[in-house]
Each structure stands twice: as C-alpha cells, then as structure tokens.
C-alpha cells in the first residue's frame, strides 16, 4: 500500500487566530478545535485530500517560506475580490523578487506568503487552494519523491516545475518550483502523510527511507504527533498513524 497526503501544517504563535484568517479567506471551516491543534477544512468535496493544520510553534520567521498555498480565481474581477478580502482580513502586500507578475504575494496575518493567482484553465476546477507550491533546486527528484510518498501520480515535469495530482482529479495541485534559494532551519509549513490503517508503518517507514527519506529529532517540529522525516531536500514532514481523532478531509 501507501501512504497519503493528509495535511499541510503551519507553525503559528496564534493557532486559532491564523486558522480563523484561513478558515474566512477560503470559505472553509474549523474542523478541530484543542489548544495544540487547530484544522481547517473545506466543506465539500473540492478539499478532498487536503487540511489546514495550525499548531502552536511561537518562533521569529526567518526569511520566505519554502512551501506557499497559490490560490485560485475565476476571473480577474474574482482575483481582485480576494485581495481585498484578504487584506481586509488582515494580510498584507509582501515583494519577494516577484517583479511584474499577473498574480498577487500577499502575507497572512503572521508572515506566511501565498499568491492570488488569475484565472489559469489548469485550476478551474481544483476549488479555493489551487496549488502546494514547493521550493527545490530539482523539481524533477523531489515530484518524484512526493507522487511516492502521497499516491499522487506526477502529471508533468521539467527542469522548472513539475506538478502532482490526486489521481481522482479533485483539490489541489502539489508542485514543485525551481529556485536557487538554500533551506535554512525548519520549515515554517511542511507537509504530513498518514498511514493507511491496514499498513505496517514500519514498513512505510522503510519505504520512504528507500527513497530517499531521512529520519530526523523526533522533537524537530515542536511536539507534532506522529515520526518526524525529511525529503531527499530536508523539507521536514510527518508520518502519522491512521487514528480517529486526526482530521481528515
């Protein structure tokens, strides 16, 4: 079997307040609700295979963020209205080298970049969140790793970006983008996978390992349930075990 892409998860110094500034912007709702974690969920089927997870991890952002939501729009008009609900909602306007783009870098309330993206064809049907966008210096290798470790076949590839999606064609892309810039410390977001329950963990574990996985301080991401790991580009992610009590979309 495999495992699965559960969740992308976000360190925040104020769990509920920044999963509430998603939970708005998104249309989507709060789904768990304890003091060591907050999830965020769509409430219909375009969230299939992905949740919003805040964890409480009160540390100074150093630097961009590796991995960033893109978010999608209808039309232009459409694209506007989000940038002002987002900023009405209290992100703000951040330049990261962008330059003249058709698409908008905003941070959330905490520092966290995404972009409004404007209408693209290949999102019209993924719902809010158009894509899990990844930094790498090997878009190719790590699309690779990733359609391993999450079941998500590779739907293209170059030396720029590759993308991966669910193969039932609902929710998010997950792409991986080319950029010279060098990881450093932990991720502020990162990714988990979860167990399916008839798996043998030690034998995923094994298997991601095979690939290219590294196992890392089981302390690394602040108090995270689940085995800590890293990709074959030291992104941090989760393996967690097929529970009741984990969110699931």
Not at 57 to 82: E, F, M, T
Not at 211 to 219: K, L, R, S, Y
């Amino acid at each position: 079997m495999s495992t699965r892409l559960a969740r992308v998860v976000f360190d925040a110094d104020r769990p509920r307040f920044v999963a509430d500034f998603w939970a708005v912007l998104l249309g989507w709702r709060v789904t768990v609700d304890r003091p060591y974690e907050v999830d965020v969920a769509a409430p219909d089927p375009d969230g299939l295979d992905l949740a919003l997870s805040f964890l409480p991890a009160p540390r100074a952002k150093d630097g961009k963020n590796r991995i960033h939501l893109d978010l999608a729009s209808r039309s232009y008009d459409h694209q506007r209205v989000q940038v002002d609900r987002a900023l009405a909602l209290g992100a703000r306007r951040v330049d990261i080298g962008q330059g003249r783009v058709p698409w908008v870098v905003l941070a959330d309330p905490e520092g966290n970049e995404f972009c409004v993206l404007e209408p693209r064809e290949e999102y019209v049907d993924t719902g809010a969140v158009a894509a899990i966008v990844v930094d790498t210096h090997n878009p190719v290798r790590l699309a690779e790793f990733w359609s391993m470790a999450s079941g998500w076949p590779v739907a293209y590839g170059g030396a720029q970006v590759a993308g991966l999606r669910s193969a039932t064609g609902l929710g998010s892309w997950l792409e991986f983008v080319r950029t010279p810039d060098v990881k450093s410390g932990r991720n502020r977001l990162h990714l988990d996978l979860r167990s399916f329950p008839s798996d043998d963990q030690a034998a995923e574990v094994a298997r991601l390992r095979a690939a290219g996985a590294t196992q890392v301080d089981p302390n690394g991401l602040g108090g995270t349930p689940g085995l800590v790991l890293a990709d074959p580009e030291t992104n941090e992610f989760c393996l967690l075990r097929a529970a009741a009590y984990y969110s699931t979309v």
